[in-house]
Each structure stands twice: as C-alpha cells, then as structure tokens.
C-alpha cells in the first residue's frame, strides 16, 4: 500500500508542477478571454496577471521544493540538511505568497481573499516550524551515528 500511495504522490506532484507551469504560463490569455465575461478581469487585468503570475511563481518553486524533498523519501533518507533548506525557501515562498495575495486587497475585498493569506501564513509558519524540528532530528541522528 505504502509503495501505491508513495508513486501516486509523486506522479501528483509532477502533474501539479508541469501543469502549473502551462497555468503561469497561459494565464494572461486565459485572463484576456474571461474579461469578457467578467467586468472585474476586464478592469484589473494588469494588475491580476502581475498577482496571479507571481503567486503562481511561488507556488511552482514551492512544488519544486516538495518534489525535491519527496525523492529523499523515496531514497529512505529524509533526515538531511538539504530538506531543511527546502522547508525554510518553502516558509519564505509561502510568506510572499500571502504578501502578493494581500495586494490584492486593495483591488478587490473578499473572503476568500482573506482565507487565501491566512492559508499561505499558517504554511510559511508551519514549514518554518518543521524546518526547526526536522534541523534538530538531524542533529541527533548524527550525534548517533557518531556514537555507533
């Protein structure tokens, strides 16, 4: 089961991070067209494409990361420094994320706007946190290493 699961997520991830690319990339014609539908895109749409397109920046290099740490699941070796690294750009990716996101506040007020910042906010805080625990048990795992 453990092998079914760790495959699907790897696969999810690549999905996510290639797909996201033709997103980003896509996103000033995609906006183009829904203008035409939608006043509120016709208006911004400057200033959408520049939130959208950084935010989705952000959320690649946050899948990068996670793509990164996930092989050294698959490697068996998770307690290295190289996902502490990946943890803190993943903590820092999502602060700006919420930063560009709260840009958007001054355009247009909604609570999705809101739920969006506070989501980024608690996942820089969570993987900056994670960081820390995952530095500690590498710190550990090498004082018992030494010891054997």
């Known amino acids: 089961m453990k092998d079914k ?23 000033p014609l ?3 067209f829904y203008g035409r539908y939608n006043t509120y895109f016709r208006e911004n749409y400057y200033s ?18 996670l793509r990164k ?7 068996d070796d998770c307690f290295i420094k190289e996902n502490v ?5 993943m903590s820092t ?8 996101t709260a840009c958007r506040l001054f355009i ?12 980024f906010v608690i996942a820089g805080l969570f993987s900056k946190v994670l960081a820390g625990v995952f ?4 710190t550990y795992k090498l004082e018992n290493d030494l010891t054997i």
């Open 5 to 27: 699961l760790t495959l699907f997520t790897k696969y999810l991830l690549d999905f996510m991070f290639y797909s996201g690319i033709v997103v980003i990339a896509t996103l």
């Open 30 to 32: 995609s906006f183009k």
């Open 48 to 65: 959408l494409c520049v939130i959208f397109i950084l935010s989705g920046i952000f959320a690649i290099l946050i899948i990068q990361q």
């Open 69 to 75: 740490m996930f092989k050294t699941v698959i490697n």
């Open 85 to 89: 690294v990946s943890l803190e750009k």
């Open 93 to 100: 990716y999502s602060f700006f994320i919420a930063v560009i």
């Open 108 to 119: 247009y007020l909604t609570p999705a706007v809101l739920i969006i910042i506070l989501v």
């Open 135 to 138: 530095d500690k048990a590498i």
